[in-house]
């Protein structure tokens, strides 16, 4: 057998019995057993971790580690999270209370550089990451979005990952998502142009990156 | 249980700019010899070109990190250009477009 895991989280009773608890560090991991020739890719799998991290989330807010993470003895995950570990004891202790939310905005995209104008590979990946980064949504909409959402984040970061969207991410109290669900359908009145979805609540996942 | 939060003003606009669109992956692949091939390599193409694409926003993703040497950024820039002249000599070869490969970066792009 091996294990999938799932995130990592502060007390034992966060995960038992919906999952295994795996002492790390001083911090626990969740994780699933399953057959050592089954597949990561398999759909039933997929499903299961997936619900299993949603009742997970409902218990305690917990770090997201990326679904692929699999292991066959606790030593093994141990040394992968131990340097890890004392900064997220600290965020998982701040933020028990608290979850992210994502609101993934559709883009007008940034003109892509042509790899015929360069002759150096790193110019040429600067140049991309540069397009990437002047990525941007209307004025007004990120305007809509300051004045109606992030007043709600205790912290809030606009992250970009592709020239076709921009997303921002929030930490809110657990407490407040009936008032981010109020602020999305308001922004959904307001803002009918600019294709968006926003969907919380989610583990720490971009609060935890360093 | 927490009620999840999920709102979309346009959820059929905002899938279409942000994934990898259906209309790219014919739903048949036809037995005429003639257009067969074409379609199998359009069909292989669109797969090859999600993956080069995603290859693109890990790299970009580790330059963001901040701790690559000159020589990695210069290494992973050369890689990213090599994958894009070999998805082109393919294109030609196919004679495909990134119209027929559903890849253009219009208003509503259509990949990612």
Redesign the interface.
């Known amino acids: 057998m091996k294990s999938i895991a799932i995130g990592v989280h502060l007390r034992r009773e966060d995960i038992e019995p919906l999952a295994d608890a795996v002492p790390v560090a001083g911090l626990y991991l969740s994780a699933i057993a399953v057959a050592d020739d089954q597949s990561l890719s398999d759909r039933d799998l997929l499903v299961r971790v997936t619900s299993t991290r949603?009742?997970l989330?409902?218990r305690a807010t917990f770090v997201a580690i990326r679904y692929g993470f699999s292991f066959r003895a606790g030593a093994e995950a141990e040394a992968k999270c131990a340097p890890q570990a004392a900064r997220w004891k600290a965020l998982l202790e701040e933020h028990r209370h608290r979850v992210e939310?994502t609101l993934?905005v559709?883009a007008?995209?940034s003109a892509?550089p042509d790899?015929h104008d360069?002759k150096?590979?790193?110019?040429?990946?600067?140049a991309?990451?540069d397009a990437?980064d002047a990525t941007s949504i209307p004025a007004s909409f990120r305007e809509k979005v300051e004045s109606a959402i992030v007043p709600i984040a205790v912290r809030h970061r606009w992250v970009r990952?592709?020239?076709?969207?921009v997303e921002l991410a929030g930490l809110i109290e657990?407490e407040l998502?009936?008032r981010?669900?109020e602020a999305?359908?308001s922004?959904?009145m307001t803002?009918?142009d600019?294709?968006?979805?926003?969907?919380?609540?989610w583990p720490l996942e971009v609060f935890a990156e360093e | 249980m927490t009620k999840p939060v999920i709102i979309t003003n346009d959820e059929q606009r905002l899938r279409e700019s942000m994934s990898f669109a259906e209309p790219s992956i014919p739903e048949r692949i036809s037995a005429d010899s003639e257009i067969v091939e074409n379609g199998l390599a359009k069909l292989v193409l669109s797969i090859i070109e999600l993956v080069r694409r995603l290859l693109e926003k890990q790299a970009l993703r580790r330059m963001d990190g901040g701790n690559l040497s000159e020589e990695d950024i210069e290494s992973l820039g050369r890689a990213l250009m090599k994958l894009e002249e070999k998805m082109d000599e393919m294109k030609r070869t196919f004679g495909l477009s990134d119209e027929d490969l559903n890849l253009s970066l219009g208003p509503i792009r259509t990949i990612e």
Do not use: C, N, W
């Not at chain 1, 990952?161 to 969207?165: I, P």
């Not at chain 1, 600019?194 to 609540?201: D, H, M, N, Q």
């Open positions: 949603a009742a989330l409902d939310f993934k559709a007008p995209g892509r790899r360069f150096s590979g790193a110019d040429y990946i600067r991309l990451h990437r990952r592709d020239t076709t969207s657990r998502l009936p981010l669900a999305g359908e922004l959904k803002a009918p600019v294709p968006f979805l926003l969907s919380a609540p």
